[in-house]
């Protein structure tokens, strides 16, 4: 059994659309973090970065105790080499997964995130921030439609951790669409996850733990740091 500490954001999203894709069992642990729950004791205790997702598997390969996991690379990393599944057996393919699924880490996730905060969430707008961000996106995009022109998936024909971090972090703010009509590789690639069925179930567990709520300040603070009395 995985126990899984999750919100619907893209980075839960990459863990669910694994534990589907393998048939693992497993049981969702809500960490509502506009409530500021990434901030209390139990789950800073396997989490000490405050961020979900974070999983902690009572059924370890090694026979031992529970092991806790954080950072969602390396939960698909580890969840991948636990099953066997979605990396690679050969080590270029391994190279492969890895190298793309630490582009997704280092660049895509978080220039994305920017873009959003700075297109959605910032309580006024700031035109260089938006400006940098959205070209720096839009840039990481064209890469990963480059990458897509040959390929079915992105680290080859077969689906991996690589796609499924890369996955929810295409176009995901919906107050701040971005432009994809330009990237015809990508756009069947990601057609092509969407319509897988265990795609389809992780984002009916989305929709299950999903809150639509207005911003309050406290939200802010949980979610962003910003310090009190700020808007």
């Known amino acids: 059994m ?5 919100w619907p954001t893209p980075n839960g999203h990459k863990i669910t659309l694994f534990l589907e894709e393998a048939g693992l069992e497993y049981r969702v ?16 205790a396997i989490s000490p970065n405050n961020k979900m997702p974070a999983i902690v598997d009572d059924a370890p390969a090694d026979g031992g105790p529970p092991i806790s996991v954080f950072e969602s690379g390396a ?30 880490m280092a660049g895509l996730g978080p220039m994305t995130g920017q873009y ?14 938006r400006d940098r961000y959205a070209r720096e996106a839009a840039r990481l995009l064209g890469v990963l439609d480059k990458r897509l022109a040959d ?20 176009d995901p703010y919906e107050k701040a669409p971005m ?28 929709e299950q733990h999903r809150v639509q709520r207005e911003m309050t300040e406290e939200m802010r603070r949980n979610l962003f740091g910003t310090p009190s009395g700020a808007a």
């Open 29 to 44: 642990h809500p960490v509502d973090i506009g409530a500021g729950d990434q901030f209390k004791p139990e789950f800073l």
């Open 75 to 104: 939960i698909l990393l580890y969840l991948a080499n636990k099953t066997g599944r979605f990396f690679a057996d050969d080590l270029r393919g391994r190279i492969e997964v890895s190298q793309w699924l630490n582009w997704q």
């Open 2 to 6: 995985i126990d899984l500490h999750y």
């Open 116 to 129: 959003g905060h700075f297109h959605v969430y910032a309580p006024e707008p700031i035109p260089y921030a």
């Open 179 to 206: 432009d994809l009509s330009g990237l015809p590789h990508l756009r069947r690639w990601r057609e092509a996850i969407a319509a897988r069925p265990a795609t389809v179930r992780a984002y009916a567990v989305a």
């Open 151 to 170: 390929r079915e998936f992105v680290a080859g024909v077969h689906y991996s951790i690589a796609d499924m971090a890369c996955y929810p972090w295409i």
